[in-house]
């Protein structure tokens, strides 16, 4: 069983930074490749970006556009959302999850999930 925890969601203006961490807890929790996906009002959840549990490698989906970075620090079992240049449509609950797999951008792939932490971008 792995715990996830989010953190450092709040209130950002457009242009504005956010970074947000994911603690994770439990047997291994090391090992698993991780996620960050959101869901903002009235919509489906969907996928912002993953990594691989060594760090060595990320993806991310389209919209990002180079404005957010995935890291993780195994030290400190966390992993982080480093998001950069936010504008309104960013609004959502984001979620960290872990899976055994990598490279999914599914969520049915993800095991494990957070409770979310909340990101409002005010225009």
């Known amino acids: 069983q792995v715990q996830l925890v989010e953190s450092g969601g709040g209130l950002v203006q457009a242009g504005g930074s956010l970074r947000l961490s994911c603690e994770a807890s439990g047997r291994t929790s090391n090992n698993y490749n991780m996620g960050w996906f959101r869901q903002a009002p009235g919509k489906e959840r969907e996928f912002v970006g993953g990594i691989m549990w060594t760090g060595s490698n990320t993806y991310y989906a389209d919209f990002v556009k180079g404005r957010f970075t995935i890291s993780r620090a195994n030290t400190k079992n966390t992993v982080y959302l480093q998001m950069n240049s936010l504008n309104p449509e960013d609004t959502a609950v984001y979620y960290c999850?872990?899976?055994?797999?990598?490279?999914?951008?599914?969520?049915?792939?993800?095991?494990?999930w957070g409770q979310g932490t909340q990101v409002t971008v005010s225009s």
């Open positions: 999850a872990a899976a055994t797999s990598y490279g999914s951008r599914w969520s049915a792939d993800y095991h494990y």
